[in-house]
């Protein structure tokens, strides 16, 4: 399967195992923007609701997108992602609730109020890419049913 050097769009996952998020940690995507998880996501370590690892020479960048499944790990885990040492995440949330996780290596916890609520989501383009039942569900991007 060929993965192309950045990503935009909608992603589930469900899973298990070592640095386990949204995408594999070996793949060298330098972008990721506009996208949510909703999954849940068990793992040992490294292990976030939208990323496991993040930086280096993994990610460099990760913009408005958010996860809200929950995430369990024996260690170094996150809502939105499990470890970056220098990755850039701008304008990205997960659910402090329904994930379980407190902490993340990137972005901001909102409650799940909080995160049902559009005037929370930065600088996030609601006219063309995402759209919200506000108080009733998470953003869907816009082409979503």
């Known amino acids: 399967m060929y993965f192309s050097p950045s990503l935009n769009g ?14 594999h940690p070996r ?5 990721k923007h506009n996208l949510f998880a909703s999954g849940s996501v068990n793992g040992r370590y490294f292990v976030g609701g ?6 280096d020479y993994h990610l460099s960048y990760v913009e ?3 996860s809200v499944g929950r995430v ?8 939105l992602i499990g470890y970056s040492p220098n990755a850039s995440i701008l304008n990205s949330y997960w659910d402090i609730n329904t994930s379980g996780q407190s902490q993340s290596a990137g972005g901001e916890g909102r409650t799940t109020q909080q995160m049902q609520t559009q005037s929370n989501y930065v600088e996030w ?3 063309n890419i995402w759209r919200i039942n506000q108080g009733q569900d998470y953003p869907r991007l816009a082409w979503q049913p």
């Open 10 to 23: 909608l992603l589930h996952i469900e899973g298990e195992g070592d640095c386990p998020g949204i995408l």
């Open 27 to 31: 793949r060298r995507w330098r972008s």
């Open 50 to 55: 939208l990323i496991g690892t993040a930086g």
């Open 64 to 66: 408005n997108s958010y």
């Open 72 to 79: 369990q790990a024996i260690s170094q885990s996150g809502g």
């Open 125 to 127: 383009d609601f006219m």
